[in-house]
Nanobody, 122 residues
């Protein structure tokens, strides 16, 4: 199983980025998908999750209204659209997969992606 994340980079505060995560080696349509992030010296935290068919989503309060998770099952890909970025959004962002449910906690995650760095300059 491989989750390949991409789309990170350096952006100014107030800007936008879209992260992508493409899965291989698993049956994508039976996995809920999610995004987490980890800043230096902090624990990995939940950001957003989506169920297997994309009909249900959940967000952390810190990103609600700014970030949007979506998925394209035909492309085995999950996305995270990030708008109105703040300096405190700087972190390594990880995609995650959970069998038959949206991964809203680290304990539910079966597979992790390799992480992509997002840096927001103020």
């Amino acid at each position: 199983v491989q989750l390949q994340a991409s789309g990170g980079g350096l952006v100014e505060a107030g800007g936008s980025l879209r992260l992508s995560c493409t899965a291989s080696g698993l049956t994508f349509t039976v996995y809920g998908m999610g995004w987490f992030r980890q800043a230096p010296g902090k624990e990995r935290e939940f950001l957003a999750a989506i169920n297997q068919i994309g009909g249900s989503t959940a967000y952390a309060n810190s990103v609600k209204g700014r970030f949007t998770i979506s998925r394209d099952n035909a492309k085995n890909t999950v996305y995270l659209q990030m708008n109105s970025l703040k300096s405190e959004d700087t972190a390594v962002y990880y995609c995650a997969a959970s069998l038959r449910r949206a991964p809203s906690t680290r304990e539910l995650v079966a597979y992790w992606g390799q992480g992509t760095q997002v840096t927001v300059s103020s």
